[in-house]
C-alpha cells in the first residue's frame, strides 16, 4: 500500500539533529559533567520519553496543519487522480495514507486521466488494514442533491441527458441523479414523437421535489413559456382586424385548426378554411405547416382570436365567369344532400341547388337520395343565377325530353299497360307508367269482389301492377288508371246465377248484428237477416248449420246480396195452402159444404202459414 506519512513528522526532529553529524562536537555532559547531573530530568529518563523544546512542537503542528486534511467519516472532499490501473483509480487527499477507488464508479467518464480533481466521500478513515475508504458516487450524489436543491430554490437553469423514455414522459439525468420528464412538459406544442429527445442534452428547470422520496421533477417546457409569454404580450398588444399574420398549424380538430402565432393561439373555423365545402380541416392542412392566416375577429381581453384562411383569396363568385347565364348546361360534383334537394359544385366555392322536384319529370314524392350521392360527377342545366345574393338553382330533369309531351299517343284512354306501385294514399294507389309518369288508381277500382278498406290490403310498394287508362288530363299531368278493368267483371255472372227467388244451399259462416252470414263463393258473401234464419220448427239457425236460402235481394253495384231461410219453407207452406184451397173447393164443390165450414179450414191453413198453433 502507500507509503504511511506519519514518517514526515520525524522531519522536523531529524532537522534539528542534522548539525550534530556535520562534525564532531563535544557533547555538554561530557564538558561539564557536574552541570548535566544538577539539570538532568530523573523523570523523562525513567519514563524513557525525550523531552522536545514547545518551540520544535510547535513548527510540528504548524507542518502537519499545513500538509494534512481533517479526514473526518461521511465528509464530501476534493482529491487528485495520482495512479490509474487496470481496476482502480489511487485518490490524493492530502490524508495519511492515499484512497482506492474502483473504475466502475467513474463509467460515467471514461476519459478519466491522471492529475484530474475528484470529489470524494470519506466512507472510513482506517479499515482494518488501515486502509482509507472513500466513495466518489456517494460524493457525487450528495453533490448534486445539493446542487439540485439550490436550483430548485434560485431558478437556476440546469443541463439534463436524456436517458430514455418510460410511462407518461422521459427520464433525465441531471448531476448524476435521475429526474422525470413529464410529456406534458417537454414543449408548449403537442408531442408526437418522444424518441427523438433521448440520448439529447437539454435545458431544465427543476420545478419539483420530494424529498421523502427522493423524486425530481423537471421542465423544459417552463423555459419555453417563459420566452412566450413576452412575445405574446408582444404580438397581443399589436393585434388589429384585418392584419395578415404567419401561423403554424399547431392542432386539428372536426371544427378547426388552431395556429400559434408565436406564443398566442388562434382558431380558424372550418368554415373558413376554404371557399369550398370540405368534411374535416386536414383536407386543407396539415400538422407543423407554416401559413398565412387573416385576424377576423378577437374578444376585449385578445385571448381567442378568430382567424381565417379562404379570405386571404377572392371569393368564387367574384371569378365566375361573366358568359355563364340561365340555360347553360353545367358539370359539378354533389357536396351535400338533403332531404329536399343536393348541393352541386360547378366552380370551386360556387355551388347551386338542385330541388328534388328538379331531378324527374315523376310527381309522386321521393327524396334526393333516391338519385345522386355525395361524390357524384353530374350534369345540370342554370334554372337561376343571382350573382348579388350568390344564388344558383340547377336542373336535371331538364337534359331528358318530357315525358308528357306524347302522352295522348303513348296511354290512349282505355289503353292496357303495367306499371309500379310507388305509394299508397287513403282513397288509392300511385302507379309508376315510366319515369315522370305516374297515374292513380282509386280504391274503388282496385277489385270487383273485394271490399278494400286500405290500398297496403291489396298489394305492396314495388309490386307490379296491370292497369287501364280511365281517364287522361294532359293539362293538370294527371292520369286515372284502373287495375279491376283490366279483368271481365264476375258480377256480370253471379247477377243470372244468383237471380232473385234463387235457392242455393249453404252453411252459417258467421253471426252478426242483426243476422248472419253466408259464403256461396270466394266473392259473394250474403247477409241472412234475424229474423230470415227462423227453421220451420220456429228454432233458428247456428253456425256451421247448412241449410236452404233463397235469394231475395241482389244489387251488382254495390255488391250487396240478402238470403232467407224462412222464405224457403214459407214458399212450400203457400203452395200447400193453395193446394188445399183448391182441394176444398173441389169438395165443396161435389158437397155443397156450408160457407161457414169452408171458412174455417181456410183460416185453419193461414194460421199454420203464420205460424200460429
Not at 405547416?289 to 376585449?300: A, G, R, W, Y
Not at 386571404?312 to 348546361?329: C, I, M, N, Q, R
Request: net charge negative; charged share 30%; with cysteine.
Amino acid at each position: 500500500m502507500a507509503e504511511n506519512k506519519t514518517k514526515e513528522a520525524e522531519v522536523v526532529v531529524e532537522a534539528t539533529e542534522a548539525k550534530a553529524t556535520q562534525a564532531p562536537v563535544v557533547s555538554e555532559a561530557q564538558a561539564n559533567p557536574e552541570k548535566f547531573l544538577k539539570e538532568f530530568d530523573w523523570h523523562n529518563y525513567e519514563e524513557g520519553i525525550e523531552q522536545v523544546e514547545d518551540t520544535k512542537l510547535e513548527e510540528f503542528e504548524k507542518l502537519v496543519s499545513e500538509n494534512f486534511v481533517d479526514t473526518l467519516d461521511d465528509q464530501v472532499v476534493e482529491g487528485t487522480v495520482i495512479t490509474i490501473t487496470d481496476r482502480d483509480a489511487i485518490i490524493d487527499i492530502n490524508a495519511k495514507s492515499e484512497g482506492v477507488i474502483s473504475l466502475n464508479e467513474f463509467r460515467y467518464n471514461p476519459n478519466l486521466a491522471v492529475g484530474d480533481k475528484v470529489e470524494v466521500l470519506i466512507d472510513v478513515r482506517e479499515d482494518a488494514t488501515g486502509q482509507l475508504v472513500l466513495s466518489h458516487r456517494k460524493a457525487r450524489v450528495i453533490k448534486a442533491w445539493d446542487r439540485v436543491n439550490n436550483a430548485h430554490d434560485t431558478g437556476e437553469i440546469v443541463n439534463g441527458f436524456v436517458k430514455c423514455r418510460t410511462k407518461g414522459g422521459m427520464i433525465v439525468d441531471v448531476f448524476g441523479i435521475e429526474a422525470f420528464l413529464p410529456g406534458s412538459q417537454i414543449d408548449v406544442k403537442p408531442i408526437r414523437d418522444y424518441d427523438q429527445y433521448v440520448n439529447k442534452t437539454m435545458e431544465f428547470k427543476v420545478v419539483k421535489i420530494n424529498h421523502e422520496f427522493k423524486n425530481i421533477v423537471v421542465s423544459h417546457k417552463a423555459l419555453i413559456e417563459a420566452d412566450i409569454e413576452e412575445q405574446k404580450k408582444e404580438i397581443i398588444g399589436q393585434l388589429e382586424k384585418g392584419q395578415v399574420l404567419e401561423g403554424v398549424v399547431k392542432n386539428i380538430t372536426s371544427y378547426g385548426v388552431f395556429i400559434d402565432l408565436g406564443g398566442v393561439d388562434g382558431l380558424v373555423h372550418i368554415t373558413d378554411l376554404s371557399w369550398s365545402r370540405i368534411n374535416h380541416p386536414n383536407e386543407i392542412v396539415e400538422l407543423d405547416q407554416k401559413l398565412n392566416v387573416v385576424i377576423l375577429d378577437f374578444d376585449e381581453n385578445k385571448s381567442r382570436i378568430q382567424l381565417g384562411l379562404k379570405q386571404l383569396s377572392k371569393h368564387p363568385w367574384e371569378a365566375l365567369a361573366e358568359d355563364v347565364k340561365v340555360g347553360d348546361k353545367v358539370k359539378g360534383k354533389v357536396v351535400v344532400i338533403a332531404d329536399y334537394g343536393a348541393f352541386i359544385e360547378v366552380a370551386e366555392g360556387v355551388e347551386g341547388l338542385v330541388h328534388v322536384s328538379e331531378m324527374s319529370w315523376s310527381t309522386h314524392l321521393r327524396s334526393a337520395q333516391d338519385f345522386v350521392s355525395v361524390g357524384d360527377e353530374i350534369d345540370a342545366v342554370i334554372l337561376t343565377l343571382d350573382r348579388e345574393d350568390r344564388k344558383m338553382s340547377l336542373g336535371i330533369k331538364q337534359l331528358t325530353p318530357d315525358p308528357w309531351t306524347d302522352i295522348t299517343s303513348k296511354y290512349p284512354v282505355g289503353s292496357k299497360h303495367t306499371g309500379i306501385v310507388r305509394n299508397f294514399t287513403n282513397f288509392g294507389v300511385f302507379v309508376e307508367l315510366e319515369e315522370g309518369i305516374d297515374g292513380l288508381i282509386y280504391i274503388s277500382d282496385l277489385s270487383w269482389t273485394k271490399k278494400v278498406k286500405h290500398p297496403s290490403e291489396f298489394c305492396n310498394v314495388g309490386d307490379k301492377l296491370d292497369v287501364v287508362v280511365l281517364e287522361l288530363d294532359v293539362e293538370g299531368r294527371k292520369l286515372s288508371l284502373g287495375h279491376k278493368q283490366t279483368t271481365e267483371n264476375p258480377w256480370d255472372k253471379y247477377e243470372t246465377e244468383f237471380a232473385l227467388e234463387s235457392v242455393h244451399k249453404a252453411a252459417i259462416s258467421e253471426i252478426v248484428d242483426k243476422g248472419a252470414t253466408i259464403e256461396f263463393n270466394e266473392d259473394i258473401v250474403a247477409f241472412v237477416p234475424q229474423r230470415h234464419l227462423e227453421k220451420e220448427d220456429g228454432s233458428k239457425l247456428k253456425k256451421g248449420e247448412e241449410a236452404e236460402f233463397k235469394i231475395i235481394e241482389f244489387n251488382k253495384e254495390f255488391k250487396r246480396v240478402v238470403a232467407s231461410h224462412t222464405a224457403v219453407f214459407r214458399e212450400e207452406e203457400a203452395k200447400i195452402v193453395k193446394q188445399a184451397v183448391r182441394k176444398a173447393e173441389a169438395q165443396a164443390a161435389e158437397a155443397k159444404p156450408t160457407l161457414g165450414d169452408a171458412n174455417d179450414a181456410l183460416q185453419a191453413l193461414k194460421d199454420k202459414m203464420d205460424g200460429k198453433k
